[in-house]
């Protein structure tokens, strides 16, 4: 990596804890991050996570096996902790033996980190505050991911510009921190390792790439939308806790706010259980996820997006994407080298 020399030093830490020559992660993203995107991204140097999601667990271990047949790169796995088969996926992955294990969703529990390493998996896990930070580190996770609110899907509430200084300045030389939410140039890239950061998770970014298997009406409706399009869902009672979830405002998201006074009223009325309720919630936007994805249903499908979405404007190959963010990168530092004289 001659020619990214400044870029390089900065990535060396990264780089050798993921095993990759860029620490850039293509974070899992259902339907999305399906064995070809996640192979093609290790080909060309980065850092693939196959998303589990609410697969069956034979389904997910034949995408491993696909995944190992187009490369023999590293990669991880995508693990939801609150989808019905994630137990069923922490056990399989026992007998797989994959080289890293990614805990997203809600949080892992301690002794559910001590099984994913017994494999010998190096683990990550999401962070969206101080204290969730500061307990994964505690249960043993190897690498944060510090996720921003500008992130799409599941988010948190607090902002990567917040984290950054609550967090990755706190822990960054104890443990390897990776950013993401809003990552999406080589320029941000450039400063977040300078701060400190390990490497950086781009999500939007990858769905505009030509490897993705995203429909052409879901790249094409992310061209044309604004970073405040993206939005964030609202919870309106806290008898019904919705984890918020970042997608481009259409008819499906305005129809969640009505899923969720319906649920509200009938829970009010006794015609329904909490837990049933909240089950509800969550496969709407499971449901309606592949509705987008996959069959370009961009009115009625779960349109998740980053508030990056702002940022891009055309499909490129994943070689062109990663050529730009290292060149980017690269240029920065230039940049700021010449300030620093």
Known sequence: MKEFEMLS????RGAD????KYPIICGAMTWVSEPNLVAAVANNGGFGCLA??????EILKN???????LTDRPFAVNLITIAPAYQEHLKMLADVKVPYIVFAGSFPKENEIAIAKATGAKVLCFASTVSIAERMVKFGADGIILEGSEAGGHIGHVSATILMQQVLFKFANQIPVFMAGGMATGKMMAHVLLMGAAGVQLGTRFVMTEECVA???FKEAFIRANARDAVATPQYDSRLPVVAVRSLRNKSMANFGALQLR???ELEEGKIHRQAAQEEVEKYWIGGLRKAVIDGDVDYGSMMAGQSVGLVDRIMPIAELFNELLTDGEATLQEVKAKLQ
Not at 9 to 12: C, I, P, S, V
Not at 52 to 57: E, L
Not at 63 to 69: L, T
């Open 9 to 12: 030093a900065l990535m060396k």
């Open 17 to 20: 804890f993921l095993q990759v």
């Open 52 to 57: 589990g999601g609410n697969a069956p667990t």
């Open 63 to 69: 995408q491993i096996a696909e995944v190992r047949k």
């Open 215 to 217: 429909h052409k009406n």
């Open 263 to 265: 649920l509200l009223r």
